[in-house]
């Protein structure tokens, strides 16, 4: 099939990539940089899974460049913030192909399918760690796979490609209990580590810090089951496990929860540090989202409310990055004060 792949940073280039290697056509729209490095040096993926170089990918910095080309299928891979912008310059190509959103987070179908229609949009998230160290090179972390919503009718087809381009997949049939579930994955320590300075595996090991993560962790449990879902596994992820460790009683539960974390992020610092520098974060679509959906449903979310706040604060300036950045107890002063529970002076 003929992909068009809206977002080539890790994510987008790791599943365009693989599709690419296996024989489908597949356009790279990037940024320029990314764009210029892939036409003169090629679009190279190594790491776990299967490494390999395409020499020569069509490489786009703009959706004219396209040239008025139908697609089978296109794959978003953009930040949280640039959906709606690519929502609308999707909508503005002119192509009828279904779209695959591939971001993390909540409430981006719903962006996409406000511009497209909902038949067009077909959730997905890539459960591999995946790194983009330099323009036109992608690394793989850790590989896992691929968890796709079931439903769509070209998701049989999608499926095909995808397996065959390496990509172990888990269908799912609830696009939206199937997103919550990798929110889990996507919040945990995220923003703690971020706003402290601190690598996953010390935060997890400061008892304060520890028990703000795992009440951030419930708060987005329980909004789930006021949605009438629990948390699922997804592809090579055991989300139901993760879920029943945080369940634990703390003394039970920490070593387990670090454990896996380890294994998960290692020394990698997570995403959100990365926000802090570029001005804009997705934390509003991730901590954010689960304080939203917890207060629509007249439940309480203080633990990541407090951590959104906190994160968009250091994002946009109105907080200094030097009254967190080692202090934990500036961050457990503000979650005491919200009243996030087991939080003690």
Known sequence: ????????????????GRLAL????????????????????????????????????????????????????????????????????????????PVVCLLNGIGHEATLAAELGADRVIAATLTSAVTMPEPGHVRVERERGLSLAAGHPLVPALADDFRAAGLFLRLHAVADRMKWSKVLTNIVTNAGSAITGWL???????????????EALREAVRAMRAQGWTPEDLARVPIRGMAFVISLPIPLGRPLLRRAVARGRGRKLPSFHYDIGRGRSEVAWLNGAVARESAARGLRAPANAVLAEVMLGLVDGSLSRTDFAGHPEALLARARAAGVRGIRA
């Open 1 to 16: 099939m003929r992909y068009l792949v809206f977002g080539t940073g890790a994510v987008g280039g790791l599943v365009g």
């Open 22 to 97: 296996s024989g489908n056509e597949v356009i790279f729209l990037a940024r320029p940089r990314i764009a210029s490095a892939m036409r003169l040096m090629g679009l190279r993926l190594s790491g776990g899974g299967t490494p390999g170089a395409i020499p020569h990918p069509e490489s786009i910095s703009d959706l004219s460049e396209a040239g008025g080309r139908e697609f089978d299928a296109v794959l978003v891979a953009v930040k949280a913030y640039d959906c709606q912008k690519a929502a609308a310059s999707i909508a503005g190509l002119g192509t009828r192909a």
């Open 200 to 214: 996953p595996g010390k935060l997890l090991a400061h008892p304060g810090l520890y028990r703000l993560e795992i």
